[in-house]
């Protein structure tokens, strides 16, 4: 009787400890970019070139970015591949494509201030931060905005701001901006995004049409009015009224 005590004892323990042990894990993910993640990455940026993607800026900030360091590590040899994967809450990590194209419509010049709708996994706001400009990015769910508190490049980019809340509402505290991105499917153009952009300014916004999402580029004129242009489709996941807790 005492000896099976005992065993359930130090099987309770192992358990404890491999749990503190998988979450220690979880936090001190491989982050090394080997020679051959840079290899896999230069073909990435030669593909996306073959795309059309053309501004050097764009490609250049792209090739000096990680990528697999933000996915999980389970991603790490099919992270430069040119698709979306899942990050967590059913939310995904756009298409280096997608992420190439938005960033190239914004035509950013350094220093610019710009808005973020949609922080996801941090790679699109860190694409915006490496090209020297002074980022907000706001993130809708408190598990995801919660994971930028552990963001690796925290020192690297200290001109990149987080925020947990609803893009629709904006950050009428930091408005106006250069530039506003929305990196979810907008169902109409938001009003208060429009107001928050400086007049010259642009919003690149992917608007719902059926089955797929129009990318926009809409720049304020200095009458409050706006001019659009119409570019390709493509497909995200929605942008969402409210935050979630
Ligand atoms: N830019 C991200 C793409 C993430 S997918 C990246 O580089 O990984 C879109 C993200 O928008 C999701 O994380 C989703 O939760 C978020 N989102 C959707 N609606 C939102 C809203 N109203 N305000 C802020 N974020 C929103």
């Known amino acids: 009787m005492y000896k099976v005590d005992s065993d359930y004892h130090s099987k309770k323990k192992y358990s404890a400890k491999s749990a503190v042990l998988g979450r220690f894990r979880g936090l001190m993910r491989n982050y090394e970019d080997s020679y051959q993640h840079k290899g896999l990455r230069k073909k990435?940026?030669?593909?996306?070139?073959?795309?059309?993607?053309?501004?050097?800026h764009v490609l250049q900030a792209m090739n000096n970015i990680p990528r697999h360091y933000f996915l999980d590590s389970a991603f790490d040899k099919i992270a430069y591949e040119d698709r979306a994967f899942p990050i967590s809450e059913g939310q995904t990590i756009s298409q280096p494509y997608t992420v190439a194209y938005q960033t190239q419509l914004l035509q950013l010049k350094p220093n610019e201030k710009i808005l973020e709708i949609g922080t996801g996994s941090i790679y699109q706001a860190t694409v915006l931060a490496e090209m020297g400009t002074k980022v907000f990015t706001i993130e809708r769910q408190k598990k995801l905005f919660d994971k930028t508190k552990l963001y690796i490049f925290k020192s690297r980019y200290p001109n990149l701001k987080f925020f947990y809340g609803d893009g629709f509402e904006?950050?009428?505290?930091?408005?106006?901006?250069?530039?506003?991105?929305?990196?979810?499917?907008?169902?109409?153009?938001?009003?208060?995004?429009?107001?928050?952009?400086?007049?010259?300014?642009?919003?690149?916004?992917?608007?719902?049409?059926?089955?797929?999402?129009?990318?926009?580029?809409?720049?304020?004129?200095?009458?409050?009015?706006?001019?659009?242009?119409?570019?390709?489709?493509?497909?995200?996941?929605?942008m969402l009224t409210g935050r979630k807790g």
Request: no cysteine; proline share 9%; charged share 25%.
């Open 44 to 56: 990435l940026i030669d593909l996306l070139r073959e795309k059309g993607i053309s501004d050097d």
């Open 170 to 238: 904006g950050l009428p505290t930091y408005a106006p901006f250069d530039k506003i991105l929305i990196t979810a499917a907008a169902p109409f153009v938001p009003p208060k995004l429009i107001e928050q952009l400086k007049a010259g300014g642009k919003m690149v916004i992917p608007l719902d049409e059926e089955n797929h999402q129009r990318m926009l580029r809409l720049t304020k004129n200095a009458d409050g009015t706006t001019s659009e242009e119409a570019f390709e489709n493509f497909s995200f996941v929605p």
